[in-house]
């Protein structure tokens, strides 16, 4: 019989030589393979380290080769293997419906936005755009927890998923998910808080992401041949969305030169995060309404 142990270095062994890539959730091939095993073993990601001794159990074995097949020959991220993420402490379903959570936004939410919103303040209304499976909307929900939610979505794929994570977290009294293009659907001064996390990668940049990202959906990765075009208009309609003291967090990660070059004359705050990213961008709604009024966005 083998351990815990063992199997994890075999495990671990198998991910090195097929060469996969860790970019979903999970840092190194060693995390990948801890999850793999104990999502095999169905065993929950809290064990002590004690279990690396007990027997790997034999009817989990079979389990364990298919989750193996599914990562390093189709080349399925750890998150769709399990059908599971996590995000800043919460569990979500995760699917081919809607990208894998692992926006950094989710940790500046987490804390309340400090410092960039008041401490002794609770949003109204936080809209999540291009929400996919709503989990930056459910990370607020749980740090405000008198707030509205809404998760907002083109993609009716990803909105189901969103649905499905809004009852796993028993939010459904205060989250709804809405089918809509950005941010059409809401009145001017209406949202307190816009968290954005669009499509911002390339054309280019599209071709030479590893194999893994093509398992996601390409409409919540690619945007243009820049990959500037949703946050432009993100940033133009989020200054009519935003009430006067709101604000927004904007995520386009690499594409953030690109969007310095595209809009020279705005002034960009972009966050150091940390625990890692890149991209991110704090902006009141004062701000937007002065670039909007200036014709710099």
């Not at 860790?22 to 990601?45: F, I, M, W």
């Not at 030479?208 to 500037?228: D, H, N, Q, V």
């Not at 989020?238 to 595209?262: N, Y």
Request: proline share 7%.
């Amino acid at each position: 019989m083998q351990t815990f142990r063992t199997k994890l270095g075999q495990v671990e062994a198998a991910l090195q030589e097929a060469g996969v890539h860790c970019g979903h959730g999970y840092e190194s091939v060693s995390d990948e393979a801890v999850a793999l095993l104990l999502g095999a073993a169905g065993l929950s990601k809290e064990q002590p380290l004690s279990l690396l001794d007990l027997p790997f159990p034999g009817e989990a074995q079979s389990h364990l080769m298919d989750l193996l097949e599914q990562r390093c020959s189709q080349r399925l991220p750890v998150a769709y293997c399990l059908q599971e993420a996590y995000l800043a402490g919460l569990r979500f379903i995760a699917d081919p419906r809607a990208l894998i959570p692992r926006s950094p936004v989710s940790h500046v939410v987490a804390e309340r936005m400090a410092p960039w919103w008041p401490e002794d303040r609770e949003p109204g209304l936080i809209v999540d755009v291009c929400c996919g499976g709503g989990s930056l909307g459910l990370v607020a929900a749980e740090a405000f927890p008198t707030a509205s939610v809404l998760l907002s979505d083109l993609d009716e794929r990803a909105l189901s998923l969103a649905s499905e994570n809004v009852a796993l977290h028993g939010r459904a009294d205060r989250v709804c998910a809405l089918r809509a293009d950005l941010l059409s659907p809401l009145g001017s001064g209406s949202a307190d808080v816009v968290l954005a996390n669009p499509p911002y990668v390339s054309h280019a940049e599209m071709a030479e992401l590893p194999p893994e990202y093509s398992a996601e959906p390409r409409i919540a990765l690619e945007a243009g041949a820049e990959g500037t075009e949703l946050a432009v208009n993100l940033l133009s309609d989020a200054a009519r969305v935003l009430s006067p003291d709101g604000i927004m967090l904007l995520e386009v990660g690499e594409t953030w030169m690109a969007l310095e070059d595209r809009l020279p004359n705005v002034p960009f705050l972009w966050l150091e995060l940390p625990r890692g990213g890149s991209g991110v961008a704090a902006i009141s709604a004062q701000e937007l309404r002065d670039w909007d009024a200036a014709g710099i966005l």
